[in-house]
DNA sequence: ATACTATACAACCATACAGTAATATATAGT
DNA sequence: ACTATATATTACTGTATGGTTGTATAGTAT
């Protein structure tokens, strides 16, 4: 299973997901959320991005269901909606980690 | 472990990883190489993508280490460089199916 | 009501890149 | 040598989007 139909429609929206991820900025609002739940402002000071920068990235976010939102007064909280995103990242830097060993090997052998 | 750094620059070369995923025209690609090796011209034939197009999508994901070349001839033949490409989209269908559910759930409720 | 604050949104510019057409490169066959 | 074929590359166009500035919205406080 997982292994449904592939139809262009599902492609689709696959590549939106990883979309979601295959943005630096993106990737350390994500890396920020690690810790639980924060503001705008909060995530505004941790990553020295814009305000408006940060909220147009986490409504994208928002969008590809990698964070939750919370209202309470003024602010807005959001969390990582699962752990999932920790497993992706750390599939991808196992790839990483591979190739720079691969690489090292080429230039020794 | 796996957790290392976290530098600015080892998130941008997790992004641009991601980015050669965030695309549905080098899914596709990906897609039809889970039968094995194929040449630029099956691929072509097979994603009904010009010829241009799957060699750029090609030299993107061999530059992010997702498929390996191999020359014979006139042919080039292109292989997923290894199995962590179906990890990492197992993960995002699972997502996926999670937020339908939720969707549905919704709805229903 | 007025002032202040946190967030979202709209408008703008600059850049990146997907797709295409034309061309270049490389190999094979005659 | 010439011809044909497979792939790569270049040049171009249109679109998407990251970042910024300014503004709108919504809540709080006095």
Redesign the interface.
Known sequence: M???K?T?E??????????A????AR??IL?SLRGGEMSVSELVEATGLGQANVSKHLQFLLAA?FVAKRKSGLFSYYTLA?R?VF??????????Q??LATRRKALAG
């Not at 497993?87 to 990483?96: A, E, N, Q, S």
């Open positions: 997982a292994q449904t592939m262009p599902l492609i689709s929206l696959v590549a939106d997901r990883f979309k991820l295959a943005e630096p990737l350390e890396h269901n699962d999932s497993k992706l990242c750390d599939i991808m830097c196992g790839r990483l591979q190739e």
